[in-house]
């Protein structure tokens, strides 16, 4: 029957150690997905650390090098002579945005919320990113790096030179053209729009896109106010004109043509002097001298600055002349006087008395005399005629002499051209409404059609008050999937719900195993310590052989598969990666043979407490005749041969004997 008992005891034994298998499965999963371990896991390898200082870096590497790379036009090419120095500061400004102290926080709440999920324990998860904040937190951080790598100064190399330098070279008013260099189209560039300047324009563009992301406002508008910076633009044009000669084509083109309109001809005057165009033409700038039509050009400079700004809606523009008529009427007496005494000193005398009378009347009437009569001196003559030649310049030049000449668009138009005045009105527009984006704008650019890219979407996971749920997380699953997601998660959570049974099997079977397989007590304390111990000592070895034997040829598997990888920065992140996750693969298998090797120390110890028991119990037993014996003597007699019930024989000097030679009986276990 015992036999029977304990072949029962054995066959248990196996469902024992099938049950420590599956117990220890459990345990391993339940404590591999408990968030406080993972927590305390990515803390202990440093996690955190090297998402910052390894992981950020070797990004850092990929997108700046000795360029900043992913931006649009011109802005590709920024470059940087100290890459290091470009790299901390980025790095810096991302800290700044995301400090670690803010990524573990976020990253240990997801945990708290999402393995309870996933695990079953909880039917909901809130994941609360607070990007709002971090999203304010960017503005100073990125203006604090593009200050402290002049990015600045490069967004006017960059995309405002160059484009400053095309215009330049497109831009003609009439004849006039402007030539510069590179050099001296970057020194402008700086002058028109100063690396102050800059820096506020970004940080007012991030100031209105980050309070249009965290819902601050409803929308955004991003205005580049470039009125402002039409006066010092006006100084460099007016430079730049007047290095151009345009002062010389002013006069060509717009004054000269209008006074010559304006005066008509004069190449006859009386007493036959002539004044042709190129002497016309002279005089005209004696009278208008590159000096005064130069401070000319600055007020017609001023009235284009006005409209191009959208200041003034008038284009025009009145240069006053009522100076200028007196000193053209001058200029071409002094002119008509000089071929007077030409003319006067090459007539010929007078042969004859009626020849002489005849000039002497010709000269009373302020007429020019054929023949130089006797006795008159020439300048006679020309002193005599030069007040009709005045009469006659006031009468043709300061008759029509216009007091101003104006200038208006349709004027400037047809003098300048209509593509310098296209130009004039791009700028205008451009200028006077300034550089504008919106919303709409970035998201059409983003998304090309205007919807790839939800705003509303977008906006929501910046407001303060989103939260990642598990609504977000099963809208992203079709129905097959979401039912097998469900399935699981019920199904993990019924076989977690079952861990108060891996501390209550091993014992009820240990229990069962040892009223079936001892006798007493003691020895049923062997059997079921005994069992626990062979079965967590068979768990417990399997496990520790078999991952002593599977990690080495893991690791040097993935090793490996990272040894041709050219780039020796991803090489070097893959092995760190690889050596964290062994560490916690470490911890987790730790876990796993602990508990096997807990059940092992605690049959050990019931089995040397059995030991004990079994031994106390046979010294007891040992003793008790010789206990009865000295109680018998002290009163006063022997006790009678198996009267206190003990299998001994008592003999009649008091010694006592057995069966077994002397020996205490052995009892039955």
């Not at 010092?232 to 717009?254: H, K, M, N, P």
């Not at 042709?276 to 001023?302: C, F, H, N, Y």
């Not at 030649?389 to 006031?394: A, G, I, R, S, V």
């Not at 979401?482 to 861990?499: C, E, I, N, P, Y």
Request: aromatic share 6%; hydrophobic share 45%.
């Amino acid at each position: 029957m015992i036999w029977i008992r304990r072949f029962l005891a054995v066959l248990i034994g196996v469902v024992l150690l099938l049950v420590l298998v599956a117990a220890t499965a459990l345990r391993t999963f339940d404590r591999a997905t408990d968030p406080k371990f993972v927590k305390a896991e990515l803390v202990k390898v440093d996690a955190y650390g090297f998402l910052y200082d390894d992981l950020l870096d070797s990004a850092a590497d990929e997108v700046v090098g000795d360029r900043l790379g992913a931006l649009p036009g011109g802005l590709a090419e920024f470059t940087f002579a100290d890459p290091e120095q470009a790299k901390a500061a980025i790095i810096g400004a991302i800290k700044e945005t995301f400090p670690p102290e803010y990524t573990q926080e976020q990253v240990e709440g997801a945990l708290d919320e999402l393995l309870p999920y996933l695990r079953g324990e909880s039917q909901s998860f809130a994941v609360r990113p607070e990007l709002d904040d971090r999203a304010r937190a960017a503005v100073p951080a990125i203006t604090k790096a593009i200050d402290e790598l002049d990015l600045a100064t490069q967004v006017i190399d960059r995309a405002v030179g160059p484009n400053l330098e095309q215009a330049l070279q497109q831009f003609s008013l009439g004849g006039a053209k402007i030539n510069v260099t590179p050099q001296r189209v970057r020194e402008i560039a700086h002058r028109i729009a100063p690396e102050e300047w800059v820096n506020q324009q970004i940080g007012n563009a991030l100031t209105e896109i980050v309070a249009w992301l965290t819902s601050d406002q409803d929308s955004f508008t991003i205005r580049v106010q470039l009125a402002d910076r039409v006066p010092a633009a006006r100084q460099e044009i007016e430079t730049l004109l007047r290095e151009a000669e345009f002062t010389d084509f002013l006069f060509d083109s717009v004054v000269k043509p209008r006074l010559q309109q304006a005066i008509g001809s004069v190449a006859a005057l009386s007493h036959g002097i002539n004044i042709t165009d190129a002497e016309m033409t002279a005089a005209l700038e004696k009278a208008a001298p590159r000096e005064w039509v130069d401070q000319q050009l600055s007020g017609i400079i001023d009235v284009l600055a006005a409209y191009i700004a959208g200041s003034s809606d008038r284009l025009s523009f009145a240069v006053p002349l009522a100076d200028r008529r007196e000193a053209t009427i001058a200029g071409l007496s002094g002119l008509a006087e000089t071929k007077l005494r030409q003319v006067a000193s090459s007539l010929r005398a007078c042969g004859s008395a009626g020849d002489a009378a005849t000039a002497a009347s010709q000269i009373a009437s302020l007429r020019l005399p054929s023949c130089t009569p006797p006795g008159v001196d020439p300048k006679a003559i020309v002193e005599a005629l030069v007040p009709r030649l005045k009469t006659d310049l006031d009468r043709i030049v300061g008759g029509n002499f216009p007091q101003t000449i104006s200038f208006d668009r349709a004027l400037l138009e047809q003098q300048l051209g209509k593509d310098s005045f296209a130009a004039i009105d791009q700028a205008r527009e451009l200028i006077g409404g300034g550089l504008t984006w919106t919303d709409q704008d970035i998201l059409r650019s983003l998304g090309n059609d205007g919807r790839s890219l939800n705003s509303e979407d977008l906006r929501k996971v910046f407001n303060h008050d989103y939260a990642f749920t598990e609504a977000d997380l099963l809208s992203n699953l079709s129905d097959g999937d979401l039912q097998q997601f469900q399935s699981g998660r019920s199904t993990m959570r019924t076989v977690l719900s079952l861990g108060w049974l891996t501390f209550l099997l091993p014992i009820l079977l240990a229990a069962i195993i040892g009223v079936l397989g001892g006798r007493r007590w003691p020895s049923r304390l062997a059997w079921g310590a005994g069992s626990l111990f062979v079965t967590g000592v068979i768990v417990w070895a399997a496990l520790s052989i078999a991952y002593g034997r599977i990690q080495p040829q893991v690791h040097e598997a993935l090793v490996e598969s990272f040894a041709d990888e050219p780039n020796e920065d991803v090489r070097r992140l893959a092995l760190a990666v690889v050596e964290k996750v062994e560490v916690i693969v470490d911890d987790i298998a730790a876990g796993a043979t602990g508990y096997p090797r807990t059940w092992a120390i605690i049959g050990i110890i019931g089995v040397a407490g059995s030991v004990g028991w079994m031994y106390y119990a046979r010294t007891a037993e040992a003793r008790a005749p010789r206990r009865r014996e000295a109680i018998a003597t002290a009163g006063g007699g022997s006790a009678p041969a198996g009267s206190s019930g003990s299998p001994q024989a008592t003999l009649s000097d008091g010694s006592s004997g057995s069966t077994g030679g002397g020996q205490p009986p052995q009892s039955r276990s």
